[in-house]
């Protein structure tokens, strides 16, 4: 729609000059009238040079990636604010588009005015850009339309964005110290196999030692670092292909996501920081007028793990079935057995296993195999292999019977119901969790640094009294 400059004069004389926005001329000229004032003259304010394309629209610049989630939290809050102090929609998101940087969500609110300025609701705008709003976003927006309480949904959908912000900028933190602390310690150790190994090595063969077991060990890790090091790249990243491979299958899915939530520590850290985004979406979407039913399906969409999709999915099934949901959510959060889960759990006791076989076939043909020590090597990789497996295997059967929802979530939401108040319940359970998920953090991290301690002094450890062993042979025989 055009926006229109005018000069006019009031009822007393007093020149005016505006702008307005209509469809065409005559409709800004009698909506002017309508005003009082008498138009002495109208134009069609100028456009900035390359603003406006051939179909009357703004130029969307070129944008990489999608929009970040501070920048849709901070708009969030701004347009929460505009609203409250009064301002047309239309104007609000105007003035905030202009204030935005360009990338995602600057195109994306010039595509949401230009929806409105034809005739579209604030919500109808918003679903046709689902890179940038979320169903949970823009269904929360068409509670807020319905309701007449647009700028009191805004404002909390701002607290909700912001509280699931902080939790990820909390855990990324955490995770920071440990990432820094095992890339030096594998830079340390990198290069006392690659430079300090291989001289002791060449030492060792002027004097024609006969080396003994750690020693002819470590040599064959040196020797497979420098020859082989594309292996050590290679097979994480094959693992890593060969795990999205099978989660792009339902059931390859939904056994991957139950074994992560029984990885120790960190499945822990995960169900915790699952069950605090979803309670919180879930309070969120009933304190704002949603519908329990479009609730639950959109807090499953959020969710990002495939067991507790199915967990809420049941929910759902069970409330249209004239239930509550404390109880589904009680005898559905059993993890159960799932055999994908079992093969995965497998892999993961079967990886150390393999690096030692890679390791004992690439020494083929070498001094280590005149000596014997591929031999034991490769006998050690299959022990390694299999009692990995097993080992893994029995302990994912061990947690079958654990559930992802304890009491504590179910007692609250049972309470929430019998008082009328989920979504405090919700909300309280959603602060918990956040709490724990905190407290976690911030544990894990003080335990790595000991951790690293304590593995960075048995590999140095190994490594010395590995080289030392043939240096003390040596010099007593020199004595």
Known sequence: MPTYTFEAMDATGQEIRDEIEAANEDEAQTTIRQMGYFVTKIAVKKQAAGAVDVGGKKKRPFALGGAKTKHICAFTRQLSILQDAGLPIL?????LEQNQKPGKLKNALMDVCDEIEGG??????MAKCPKVFNRLYVNMIKAGEAGGALETILNRLADFLESAESLKRKVKGALIYPVIVVTVAILILTFIMLFI??????????FGLTLPAPTMLL???????AGYWFLLIAMPVC???LIKLMRKFKHGRIGFDMFILRVPIFGA??????????TRTLGTLISSGVPIMEGLNITRETAG???????????AEQIREGEVISKPLREHSVLGFHPMAAVFWALFGSFPGIMVMSVALTSKGSKLDKDGMVQTLTFLALYMIVGGMVLCVLFYLTKIKGRVVDDLVVNMVDVGEETGELDTMLYKVADTYDEEVRIMTDSLTALMEPIMI?????????????????????ITGLT
């Open 305 to 315: 793990n495939a067991m507790f999709e199915k967990l809420y999915t049941k929910v």
């Open 269 to 278: 850290l995960i169900e915790k920081n699952i069950l605090a985004r979803t």
């Open 91 to 95: 104007r609000s998101l105007k003035i």
């Open 197 to 206: 190994v291989p001289t002791f090595e060449k030492m060792f063969d002027e």
């Open 219 to 225: 040599i064959a890790m040196s020797n497979y670092i």
């Open 120 to 125: 579209s609701t604030l919500s109808e705008a």
């Open 454 to 474: 304590v593995f960075l002094g048995v590999a140095v450890g190994f490594i010395v009294i590995s080289l030392f062993m043939p240096l003390v042979e040596l």
């Open 239 to 241: 693992a890593l292909i």
